[in-house]
């Protein structure tokens, strides 16, 4: 299961490529001289000049008449706006998780973090023969759950402990499972060592009567959770050995993502 590819209908327009490489060369260097520039690109000298030139005309950058560097306007700003981290992973896990539905015949569910709440920003449940109603935008705990376990498990330990006191004054069950801080980072512990997470019996118990859990792995960018992966099953049908052989492709799956996250 590779990295996401970007497959245009026709050729890229090389001058545009360019503009959008000096100006993200303006943005990244302190001091944006034109010979920095022209070194950074690789570009000839003229051809560095037109693409300045149109970029001042577009409003995007300005020189500075004193130091002769070019800096970026307020107006590059709106290049971003419109820019939404979960919106970029439902598009790259659209595929990837449909790839894994047909190898492991199991829905899944790719999640990111909303403040003690892990929201599904893509699904393959749809595709599935399990069905529940989940699809994207569905809330669901993040302990007690395979998704926010995996993800809980790869935060820095003040996010951890913000989330546990979050969960301590909620009514719902998560309260029940948050009461023991101690346990609670003895699970993080198991599921980093392990390298997923599963359902709490708990959990299972109160909303699926036991019949149905999950194993989650994250989907981590240098070190951290970005967002969670998980598959759900019936537990008379997948024994602990199947579950095991789950692991590895949920594991390739969420590295994929990650990659296509970073594009």
Known sequence: MGKVKYMPSYKPV??????????????????????????????????????????EAAGLVLKDSTT???????????LSAGYSSAQQLSVVSKPI?????????????????????????????????????????YRAPILGTSLGMAY???????????????MAHDERLQAVLADDAAAVHEQLARVREAGFATMHPVYSAHNYDSKVSAIGVPVCVDGY??????????????DEKAKRKLVPRLREAADSIAAGSTI
Do not use: K
């Open 14 to 55: 090389t001058a545009a490529l360019r503009a959008f490489d000096v100006l993200a060369i303006v943005n990244q260097l302190p001091q944006a001289s034109f010979a920095r520039i022209h070194q950074e690109t690789q570009l000839s000298s003229s051809t560095v000049v037109r693409i300045l030139e149109t970029l």
């Open 68 to 78: 002769g560097c070019y800096v970026p306007t307020s107006r590059t700003l709106s």
């Open 97 to 137: 998780l449909a790839e894994l539905q047909d190898r492991i015949s199991w829905p899944s569910d790719l999640a990111v973090r909303d403040r003690d709440m892990m929201v599904l920003v893509q699904t393959s449940r749809a595709q599935g023969h399990l069905f529940f109603n989940r699809q994207a935008g």
């Open 152 to 166: 809980l498990a790869y935060q820095p330990e003040n996010v951890v402990q913000e989330i546990v006191a979050m």
């Open 225 to 238: 959770a970005i967002a969670a992966l998980n598959v759900m099953f019936l537990t008379d049908i997948v």
